[in-house]
């Protein structure tokens, strides 16, 4: 066989893949994880709530937890912009600048993806990383942003735990949401600071 006949005899490539849906997919991948958890979904669930076919989602993800963990590293995308965190001066002020609608219902949903993904994380470091990074981690670092300016500013001490203050909101928050299934509204969050948060760091409100 001649080399144009051999070139000639290779199979040719099939069409690109397309991947402009993959977005469309996660999300779809997410809505289904925080409703069934990760014991109760299926692809075939995130194919019918995406309107996609059963195939083409095999053919990207061949496993449920492949797909898992693209949908969580995903929201890593959604990360707050910490450049344009708001700076009004005060702790306070700063912390309830960020209680905005979009925020309160984002942070909603990515605990019950926590939840739904709870079972995995155990048996997968890689997931559980992937988690910490794309759930816990963008809240963590503007509220270190704040807490680092109130120190700088003088108006907590130099050695407040800035670590275990920053865990506290999201604490609270997951046990209103998860554990007593009631939502979490703005009263509640300005509460929260007001009458644990900054007492915790050294501050008394009126």
């Given at each position: 066989?001649?080399?144009?006949?051999?070139?000639?005899?290779?199979?040719?490539?099939?069409?690109?893949?397309?991947?402009?849906?993959?977005?469309?997919?996660?999300?779809a991948a997410l809505d289904v994880l925080s409703e069934t958890g990760y014991d109760g979904m299926t692809i075939d669930m995130v194919a019918a709530r995406a309107k996609?076919?059963?195939?083409?989602?095999?053919?990207?993800?061949?496993?449920?937890?492949?797909?898992?963990?693209?949908?969580?590293?995903?929201?890593?995308?959604?990360?707050?912009?910490?450049?344009?965190?708001?700076?009004?001066?005060?702790?306070?002020?700063?912390?309830?600048?960020?209680?905005?609608?979009?925020?309160?219902?984002?942070?909603?949903?990515?605990?019950?993806?926590?939840?739904?993904?709870?079972?995995?994380?155990?048996?997968?470091?890689?997931?559980?990383?992937?988690?910490?990074?794309?759930?816990?981690?963008?809240?963590?670092?503007?509220?270190?942003?704040?807490?680092?300016?109130?120190?700088?500013?003088?108006?907590?001490?130099?050695?407040?735990?800035?670590?275990?203050?920053?865990?506290?909101?999201?604490?609270?928050?997951?046990?209103?949401?998860?554990?007593?299934?009631?939502?979490?509204?703005?009263?509640?969050?300005?509460?929260?600071?007001?009458?644990?948060?900054?007492?915790?760091?050294?501050?008394?409100?009126?």
């Amino acid at each position: 066989m001649t080399q144009t006949e051999q070139v000639e005899a290779k199979p040719r490539l099939g069409r690109k893949r397309d991947h402009t849906r993959d977005p469309e997919i996660l999300d779809a991948a997410l809505d289904v994880l925080s409703e069934t958890g990760y014991d109760g979904m299926t692809i075939d669930m995130v194919a019918a709530r995406a309107k996609a076919g059963k195939a083409t989602l095999y053919r990207r993800w061949p496993s449920k937890a492949e797909l898992v963990l693209d949908a969580v590293v995903c929201m890593k995308s959604r990360d707050i912009d910490l450049a344009a965190l708001p700076d009004t001066g005060t702790l306070r002020g700063d912390l309830v600048a960020m209680i905005r609608p979009p925020s309160i219902r984002d942070s909603e949903r990515k605990l019950k993806v926590m939840a739904g993904i709870a079972s995995m994380i155990a048996r997968s470091p890689e997931l559980a990383a992937a988690a910490q990074e794309a759930l816990v981690e963008p809240r963590a670092s503007a509220n270190r942003i704040f807490f680092r300016r109130a120190i700088e500013r003088g108006e907590i001490p130099a050695d407040a735990d800035i670590e275990r203050l920053c865990m506290i909101g999201p604490a609270m928050v997951a046990y209103s949401v998860l554990m007593l299934g009631k939502p979490v509204d703005r009263e509640f969050l300005i509460s929260t600071i007001d009458g644990v948060i900054l007492p915790a760091a050294g501050l008394r409100t009126a």
